[in-house]
């Protein structure tokens, strides 16, 4: 099957085309490099220069779809015009085809034809004044440092611009690139913060008020309902207040709203005297101890979600909260019974377990969550250990 060649660039046919029309011209007028006395013009006469004229202009067509092919012909029709009085226009065309076999050309050749170029150079001067002892025989070796050495080593010089300017383009497109990614995440990220904060903010506030809304609307009993209302409104107030410092938090450091201060482990007594207005018997046994402050919001958050699953699913009976300091670690476990519902008091989604899991994780932390024997019974046990380095101490104090 017949190979066959790309297809000329426009600019290539030009090139062909005009070298062509102007080494015509130059033979239409009788001008030639070298008159025909010389002894190596092997070829005198008019006619012979047209055939390495037109295999040159041929060979511009292959500048840069098949740049060594073009070279190689090219470099035969330069030999042969050498045997004929020359052509200016012929000697062009060739230094155009060495400049473009080290542009286009592959790479081993682009560095391999300087080399070769740039003996022939150095031996087409040196080898004619030692045989002949003239010093115009050193202009061999001039002229072919013009026609060889001197295009391909500017073939060279612009191919290695070019290959400098695109590996800078590269590594600019490779840093918009991982800008873009660390942007997206730090947006998922920061997605997933206000997520958890919304969700640990309100959920808690929102499944009382839940319960006990259904609790008034099914208890045919004044008192239960007067009661039902006061958590009610107490869970509302409480909503409300954290909703605002989540607003807070979004708003700038010039907004009308400054945000108020993040729970620490001192609001755990207050969580659970309202985790017991909403009707859960909770019992608190927290060590004081100094941690930093990402450590202590995500305890926080932790044990306020737990209480809240537990309002929603656990069965009745006591709900214990631990707080203690263990070999560098904050370790928080709150457990609750666990039993058959045949609903959950109010609707869930998951969300907070996978909220808690990511705070755990965001602090290189430990979570786990899931039924347990115990002496009582069977229980859900949340327990997460949040390392306390004395470094994020330091840093936070």
């Known amino acids: ?50 055939l390495p004229l037109v295999v040159m202009a041929g060979c511009e067509l292959l500048r840069r779809t098949a740049p060594r092919t073009g070279l190689l012909i090219g470099t035969a029709a330069i030999v042969l015009d050498l045997l004929t009085q020359g052509n200016l226009v012929t000697i062009l065309m060739y230094t155009d085809l060495m400049y473009a076999a080290v542009l286009y050309g592959p790479p081993a050749s682009a560095h391999r034809i300087p080399r070769i170029t740039g003996l022939l150079t150095v031996a ?68 997933a913060r206000m997520a958890r904060e919304l969700h640990d903010m309100v959920a808690n506030h929102l499944s ?62 207050a969580l659970v005297d309202g985790a017991r207005t909403n009707g859960l018997d909770v019992t608190l046994d927290a060590e004081r101890s100094e941690v930093p402050a990402p450590v202590e919001l995500a305890a926080y958050r932790i044990v306020q979600e737990s209480l809240t699953n537990a309002l929603k699913h656990a069965a009745p009976g006591r709900v214990t909260i631990s707080l203690a300091r263990r070999d560098g670690s904050l370790v928080v476990g709150v457990t609750s019974p666990y039993g058959d519902r045949d609903a959950p008091r109010a609707p869930g989604s998951g969300a907070g377990l996978v909220g808690m899991r990511e705070r755990t994780a965001l602090l290189d932390g430990t979570f786990g969550a899931g039924p347990e024997d115990s002496p009582d019974g069977k229980i859900w046990a949340v327990r997460a250990t949040l390392p306390v380095h004395d470094t994020v101490e330091g840093d936070t104090a």
């Open 1 to 50: 099957m017949p190979v066959r060649l790309p297809r000329p660039r426009r600019f290539d046919v030009y090139v062909a085309v005009g070298g062509l029309l102007g080494g015509l011209l130059l033979w239409g007028v009788g001008l030639a490099t070298r008159p025909h006395t010389e002894v190596y013009v092997l070829l005198p006469g008019r006619w012979p220069l047209l």
């Open 124 to 191: 087409g001067a040196v080898v004619p004044f030692a045989v002949w002892r003239e010093p115009e025989a050193l202009l061999i070796g001039v002229v072919t440092g013009l026609v060889a050495f001197g295009p391909a080593s500017t073939g060279l010089i612009v191919r290695n611009h070019r290959e400098a300017a695109d590996a800078a383009r590269l590594r600019a497109e490779q840093t918009a690139l991982l800008a873009e990614m660390d942007r997206t995440q730090a947006v998922t990220a920061e997605r």
């Open 208 to 269: 009382a008020i839940a319960i006990h809304s259904t609790a008034a609307l099914s208890l045919d009993d004044p008192k239960t309902s007067q009661d039902a209302l006061v958590v009610i409104r107490e869970n509302s107030v409480e909503g409300l207040a954290e909703m605002r410092r989540l607003i807070g938090i979004l708003r700038d450091s010039s907004g009308d709203v400054e945000p108020s201060a993040a729970p620490t482990l001192e609001g755990l007594a």
